[in-house]
């Protein structure tokens, strides 16, 4: 019984893990999914979730035999004191999803800002279903590194001496499902919430680029990076939602005082007329 109990409890715990650490990789599907046709985006959301958990769940168990290997450094960096490091293949996993997102953010924001009005804009042409569906995945598992090695942590067996005896393994796969469940549900709810109030849509590609901030200085503190004697840290998920936080209040206000301009704009141009 106390076994089911915490079994229970690790089970809850991981469920959250798995909805704190996947809201910005649900936004980053939301987002990345409007690339694809139309009429195809509701499917290539769900089938990239549907793919990306199955791949989620392979690499839970390669994880778990590879944890040690991936954390060895392959690359020293020794460039005469100005830069330094040990680059392990976590370290370099995290840097380049972090690299990838902050260029697909400022594709997207110099897109948007591109285009003056909507009689010159000229419109993209979709990309093919399979190629976002390709990104959804990759992007995915770019995300599930951290979750899955917070999960194995949660999930870790201890024997009475507090020795390691295993994971928790049926735990962790039904996380990841109920995680994946989750996603599939509030995915297409989110994509219509963003296309119809497309102010939040700036936003959140201004959230993505603060999510690829956050990977690249987690990866660069995965590998030890120092820049002229300066260690990098990485930024924690608290300093992450606070900046969040600060974006989502200015936009708020910003919102509040355009309708307010408009408004006495209105004002004047009736006070004017007559």
């Given at each position: 019984m106390a076994e089911l109990l915490n079994s229970l409890i690790t089970l809850g715990l991981l469920v959250l893990l798995q909805a704190v650490l996947g809201f910005d990789n649900l936004l980053y599907i939301s987002l990345e999914s409007q690339r694809a046709p139309e009429a195809d985006q509701s499917r290539v959301r769900k089938l990239g979730i549907t793919i990306a958990v199955g791949l989620r769940?392979?690499?839970?168990?390669?994880?778990?035999?590879?944890?040690?290997?991936?954390?060895d450094p392959f690359l020293e960096l020794?460039?005469?004191g100005?830069?330094?490091?040990?680059i392990n293949f976590h370290s370099l996993i995290v840097l380049f999803g972090g690299a990838f997102i902050l260029y697909t953010a400022t594709k997207e924001i110099a897109h948007m800002m591109s285009l003056e009005d909507?009689?010159?804009?000229?419109?993209?042409?979709?990309?093919?279903?399979?190629?976002?569906?390709?990104l959804i995945v990759f992007m995915n598992v770019i995300f599930s590194f951290d979750s899955i090695l917070s999960a194995m942590a949660l999930a870790s067996k201890k024997g009475a001496d507090g020795s390691h005896e295993g994971y928790q393994?049926?735990?962790?796969?039904?996380?990841?499902?109920?995680?994946?469940?989750?996603?599939?549900?509030?995915a297409d709810r989110v994509t219509e919430f963003l296309r119809?109030?497309?102010?939040?849509?700036?936003?959140?590609?201004?959230?993505?680029?603060?999510?690829?901030?956050?990977?690249l200085?987690?990866?660069?503190?995965?590998?030890?990076?120092?820049?002229?004697?300066?260690?990098?840290?990485?930024?924690?998920?608290?300093?992450?939602?606070?900046?969040?936080?600060?974006?989502?209040?200015?936009?708020?206000?910003?919102?509040?005082?355009?309708?307010?301009?408009?408004?006495?704009?209105?004002?004047k141009e009736k006070n004017f007329n007559s």
């Open positions: 769940i392979f690499l839970l168990f390669i994880l778990i035999h590879l944890v040690e290997l991936l954390q020794a460039e005469g100005w830069i330094e490091g040990s909507e009689e010159n804009a000229v419109d993209r042409k979709p990309s093919s279903s399979k190629k976002v569906i390709g393994l049926g735990v962790m796969i039904t996380a990841i499902l109920i995680g994946g469940a989750i996603m599939v549900l509030l119809r109030n497309r102010m939040y849509e700036v936003l959140g590609l201004f959230v993505l680029f603060v999510v690829g901030i956050m990977l200085t987690e990866g660069a503190h995965l590998a030890h990076l120092t820049i002229f004697g300066n260690e990098i840290h990485a930024m924690t998920k608290t300093t992450f939602y606070f900046v969040i936080g600060v974006l989502l209040l200015t936009d708020i206000v910003q919102g509040r005082y355009h309708k307010k301009l408009s408004a006495e704009k209105l004002r």
